[in-house]
């Protein structure tokens, strides 16, 4: 995981160079202009990816129209809670303008201990609880979350067991999921994943199970204007599954000499022309921003 070069601090737009075909791809998408809902962006480390993801997230917070947004780093080390719920927790924090009806009240219980508010199915005309199928949650769909059976006794917390934790939290899941899609029926949300090779395996099955296909490809369950957008230096290749609906960029376009000097002018190296053409030969033989930079800083030393 790379560090910011820019010094860390709120972002800066300003400080972004290029991307510009990268924008217009994603405002495209934005202005929902074709059948796209996932934008991929794959590229080695150090190339610009999750500053590229700040500049999307910047774009949909400050210029109108705004869409409301959610931005999260996914690996490991940064998401703390690396289950589906963990996760739409921490959308649903991140876009908390709009209403969750079903979901928030089910969090509340979750963090409550209160079972109840999870009746099991039977009886309560109550659908199951996502499966859990080759150690993936398969997610189901559709489910209806209700007002606690009467005959079910709240739960303690001395009785919460991990089988009323797991159950409670695909609850929550499948909650959210609903709010999402009445939510995205009439209203564009983008949700942004980076460093997805960084996530646990399960959560990347999840993304691909059931965020991408579920509730993107398939359209009994689809949120219709949910947009994603998913970053790492590897990808899995999600072209058979997701079709038109997906927008890939494979490489963060090249840039040329003016880019590579105001890059250099902004890490603070003042370069020469052949210091540019050389860091421009760098990048071009497959360096990284770093590498070029600091073969920059070096030239620079060296020269003065
Ligand atoms: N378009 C850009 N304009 C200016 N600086 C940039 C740009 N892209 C990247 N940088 C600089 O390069 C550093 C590395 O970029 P970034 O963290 O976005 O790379 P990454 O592709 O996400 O790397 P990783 O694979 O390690 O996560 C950033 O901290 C930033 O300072
Ligand atoms: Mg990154």
Same mark, same amino acid.
């Not at 409670?168 to 999921?177: H, L, P, S, T």
């Not at 009994?220 to 947009?227: E, H, I, K, Q, T």
């Not at 890939?248 to 003042?270: A, C, M, N, P």
């Given at each position: 995981?790379s560090?910011?070069?820019l ?35 794959s ?10 993801l ?42 908390s ?13 979750? $963090? @409550? ?6 009746? /099991? &199915?039977? %009886?309560?005309?109550?659908? #199951?609880?996502?499966s859990? =199928? ?20 709240p739960a ?6 991990l089988?009323m ?65 998913? $970053? @790492? ?6 072209? /058979? &599954?997701? %079709?038109?609906?997906?927008q #890939?960029?494979?490489?963060? =376009? ?51």
């Amino acid at each position: 995981m790379s560090e910011d070069l820019l010094g860390g601090g709120l972002f800066d737009p300003e400080g972004v160079i290029d991307r510009e075909a990268e924008s217009e791809l994603f405002e495209t998408m934005l202005a929902l202009g074709h059948d796209a809902r996932v934008l991929t962006v794959s590229d080695k480390g150090f190339m610009g990816k999750s500053t590229l993801l700040k500049k999307f997230e910047y774009r949909c917070q400050w210029i109108t129209p705004y869409f409301p947004v959610s931005l999260t780093d996914i690996d490991a080390n940064r998401l703390d809670d690396q289950t589906p719920f963990g996760l739409v927790g921490k959308i649903r924090a991140d876009i908390s303008d709009l209403s969750f009806p079903k979901f928030d009240p089910a969090r509340d219980a979750h $963090a @409550g201990q209160d079972f109840s508010f999870f009746a /099991p &199915a039977t %009886g309560t005309g109550i659908a #199951s609880a996502s499966s859990v =199928s080759g150690g993936v949650l398969a997610g189901r769909i559709g489910t209806v979350i209700q007002t606690p059976s009467a005959t079910i006794a709240p739960a303690t917390s001395a009785t919460w067991t991990l089988d009323m934790d797991r159950r409670a939290r695909e609850r929550c899941v499948e909650a959210f999921f609903e709010d999402l899609r009445a939510i995205c029926a009439d209203q564009t949300v983008v949700v942004i994943l980076d460093t997805f090779d960084n996530a646990r395996l399960e959560l990347q099955q999840w993304i691909v199970k059931v965020l991408l296909r579920h509730h993107i490809v398939d359209e009994r369950f689809a949120c219709d204007r949910l947009l994603v957008v998913l $970053a @790492g230096r590897e990808l899995p290749n999600l072209n /058979p &599954a997701l %079709g038109r609906r997906l927008q #890939s960029i494979g490489v963060l =376009s090249s840039w040329d000499k003016e880019h590579i000097r105001s890059f250099l002018q902004k890490q603070g190296v003042d370069p020469s022309d052949v210091a540019i053409d050389f860091v421009q030969e760098l990048l071009a033989d497959g360096k990284n921003l770093l590498s070029a930079l600091s073969v920059a800083r070096e030239l620079r030393r060296i020269t003065t």
